[in-house]
């Protein structure tokens, strides 16, 4: 397996822009999650999905930021507008069950968001 | 809310020593303890967890205890080598069984 794919790895955009990050999830996992990290604030859960349903988006920031699952093997997390202060690196987790049954979660490789 | 303290927040330790990095934890009912190690420009990868019907786990170099009744947990990492220079996060299981992680420690092995 591939492991989680994330895409663009690198986005460079202007303030004001829409920005849609990529996920694609292992196969078979059933829990999608999406952080941000920032030095500031480290490593915040946005939301988090059960077999494409939102379970928790607490920690989404505000309405400027939205995510889907249409299905099984895909993510975005979307931001519109963007502004500065939403640069950041947003990973995009999955696993099979939850913490603390069989559910290790694995972390894609991230993209690095600038919002000029 | 969930809350997580990680102590401390930079650690530098001579190659071969050890190094003991400590988490204090809010929730009561929480019962999965990750350590995830990040590295530079990388994604976070568990390396060791815990659950809290366990007081101890150890995997080579690697250690984490559990103290349900302090409410804290910790890792232990021995013989230390460059290799192991990187960010390490604990986590814990909050509300709705999502992890709430602490704010990392750098460590640092010098040579």
């Known amino acids: 397996d591939a492991g989680v794919i994330q895409s663009p790895r690198h986005e460079v955009t202007e303030m004001g822009q829409e920005v849609t990050l990529r996920c694609k999830p292992i196969?078979?996992?059933?829990?999608l999650f999406w952080y941000r990290q920032t030095m500031m604030r480290g490593l915040e859960l946005l939301i988090y999905f059960n077999n494409n349903v939102p379970i928790d988006d607490s920690g989404m920031p505000e309405d400027r930021f939205s995510a889907k699952m249409p299905n099984a093997s895909f993510s975005t997390l979307k931001i519109q507008p963007s502004e500065p202060r939403d640069s950041a690196v947003y990973f995009c987790?999955?696993?099979?069950?939850?913490?603390?049954?069989?559910?290790?979660?694995?972390f894609g490789p991230g993209t690095r968001l600038t919002v000029l | 809310g969930e809350n997580v303290e990680q102590h401390p927040s930079t650690l530098s330790v001579q190659e071969g020593d050890s190094a003991v990095i400590k988490c204090t934890y809010s929730?009561?009912?929480?019962?999965?303890f990750p350590w995830y190690k990040q590295e530079l420009g990388k994604r976070p990868q568990l390396i060791i967890d815990?659950?809290?019907?366990?007081g101890e786990k150890k995997d080579q170099r690697i250690a984490v205890t559990l103290n349900k009744t302090a409410k804290h947990f910790s890792l232990h990492i021995t013989e230390t080598q460059p290799e192991d220079s990187a960010v390490y996060f604990c986590a814990f299981t909050g509300g709705g069984n999502k992890l709430t992680f602490g704010t990392g420690t750098q460590l640092k092995v010098e040579l």
């Open positions: 929730d009561s009912a929480s019962n999965y």
């Open positions: 987790a999955s696993s099979q069950g939850l913490a603390g049954g069989r559910g290790e979660q694995f």
């Open positions: 815990i659950r809290s019907n366990v």
């Open positions: 196969s078979g996992h059933d829990y």
